[in-house]
DNA sequence: AGGAGCGATACCCGTCCGGTATCGCCGTCC
DNA sequence: GGACGGCGATACCGGACGGGTATCGCTCCT
């Protein structure tokens, strides 16, 4: 199978349509159809259940699209780190490593430190991104290390590390009733209907039903609990810098954050195992 | 990228000679040499060193190498759990299981045993296979599940759970001095020159250098044993069923094994859940 | 200096990918 | 119910590219 074949069928699966795949794909829906049609024939398996109402996806189907996923990604990964490695004797960035936007920030910085005292460091490119997002940057390339935090990123598929483990605090305005309780429990915070959670984007970028606000950083979630209309509650380390007007509250009940550094399987790069022993010792 | 340059690289990368990598792919060489430079010059670096005797991989080349055979596995394993996936439907084998040949005999069969008596349970193939073998299969898609044992097996890029912990024996010929103590000492048993550990085959077929004797299997293992030219250090599970001319005795300093289940991450086949669940729970 | 080994280059051919035109099927709508 | 429209499959054509043979250029060895 030639990864053509599979960006055409991941395409075709993910639209359900053949035509508006082939657009995105930007080439005619013929050879599409045909390409799709040539990969069921050596697969020797229906891989779309064409119905008049556009397609479906067979189980196969079903299998080869999560496969297909991966392989694409390892794919683009091997292309990725390959680019990277080469520019690695210029002095440009040899690793670059992804964090949750907002999270971590002092543990970051430590890291960073550390690692660069050490002899030999390479150039670290740090990445931010959206919350959940750091796994897809490891796992196309796009990212040699990440810091993940559990139970919310799923680490499965990586080495992983444990850093940091962290209780949770509800951070709600300055003014708000429970705001001045030595904590709360999770329920308290959850429900309440006039400080609703906040809606955070899916990976694909729309947002999920509920009666929260919208938010896409963590410079709009503050923002919206300052002015009243959300409430939050976050790994501990998150309410270092907090602006004006805004209170932390321990929430004993809330799930323990664990944050730990990870990489993927068998990279055998000195500096991901450099920066991996920076923080393991911090 | 085409999984078809990347299955050229890895021919001349691990041949480090065009000839013979052109022989291996069953092309002629200059093509070959043709795809190579291609891709080199899309990624913008040299992968291979030209010497005039023979090549040598550059340090993106190295990346490459080891990126490209996960990222080559990734499609195999797409192509070989969608061919399986399309056979579910006919009654033939949904799911293959992967464990070390001699290993876990007995968890093995109380695991099939549970499984199977599930409502449901679909038909599980078990492929025995040789020590270190088990993530191989997993990664290429030969196998959807696997046996592990830890310390020996690497587990990183998996998903896993702990299924048995268990200490180690000391498998000496019925005769040996050391075969009527009570327990013996790590120390005591790698060191003998009467009775040296055997050598076990790499992935790639050849032996490691030593003084101990090939074996390529648990026959010729406990034969050997019986022979009086070898002895072995082997999980407690190991000596159920022991040949007669055969004594087991513990070594208490010997790493525990744990045996694990695995799976590839995101699977989310409901044959392996089940599996997987049945394990858990036995 | 001559020759052998090895990769690169030159050139040709066949295949296969991609494009346009069109068909066949099935809902839907007037 | 017939015409229309949407959608995927088929037919056919042109061009790009992969693969083959022949040969060159370089280097090392004898």
Redesign the interface.
């Known amino acids: 199978?030639?990864?053509?074949e599979?960006r055409y069928f991941v395409a075709v699966a993910e639209e359900l349509h053949f035509g508006r795949a082939a657009q995105r794909l930007g080439i005619a829906q013929p050879p599409l159809s045909r390409a799709i049609g040539g990969l069921e024939r050596r697969?020797?398996?229906l891989?779309l259940e064409r119905g008049s109402r556009g397609v479906a996806l067979t189980?196969?189907g079903?299998?080869?699209l999560?496969?297909?996923r991966?392989?694409l990604?390892?794919?683009e990964?091997?292309?990725r780190?390959?680019?990277r490695?080469?520019l690695?004797?210029t002095g440009r960035p040899a690793v670059v490593l992804a964090a949750k936007a907002g999270a971590s920030g002092e543990l970051l910085a430590k890291l960073l430190d550390a690692y660069a005292a050490e002899p030999g460091a390479a150039a670290v490119d740090v990445v931010l991104c959206g919350p959940g997002e750091q796994a897809r940057l490891l796992s196309d390339?796009r990212a040699d290390v990440a810091l993940l935090h559990r139970p919310f990123d799923?680490t499965?598929?990586?080495?992983t590390e444990v850093l940091l483990s962290e209780g949770q605090v509800a951070i709600l305005p300055a003014g708000h009733p429970l705001s001045t309780r030595p904590h709360v429990r999770l329920a308290e915070v959850t429900g309440l209907p006039d400080l609703p959670l906040p809606r955070w984007p899916r990976p694909d970028g729309s947002f999920p039903d509920g009666p929260g606000p919208q938010v896409r950083d963590h410079t709009q979630l503050t923002q919206l609990i300052a002015l009243g209309r959300a409430c939050a509650v976050v790994p501990e380390s998150g309410r270092t810098g907090l602006r004006e007007g805004l209170t932390a509250v321990p929430v004993p009940d809330a799930p323990r954050v664990t944050t730990v550094i990870a990489w993927?399987?068998?990279s055998?790069?000195t500096a991901v195992a450099g920066l991996v022993r920076a923080a393991t010792v911090l």
Do not use: N
């Open positions: 199978m030639e990864t053509r599979l697969l020797g398996t891989l189980a196969a079903a299998v080869l999560r496969e297909a991966a392989a990604d390892a794919v990964a091997a292309e780190r390959t680019r490695a080469a690695a004797g390339g799923d499965a598929g990586f080495d993927p399987p068998h055998r790069s």
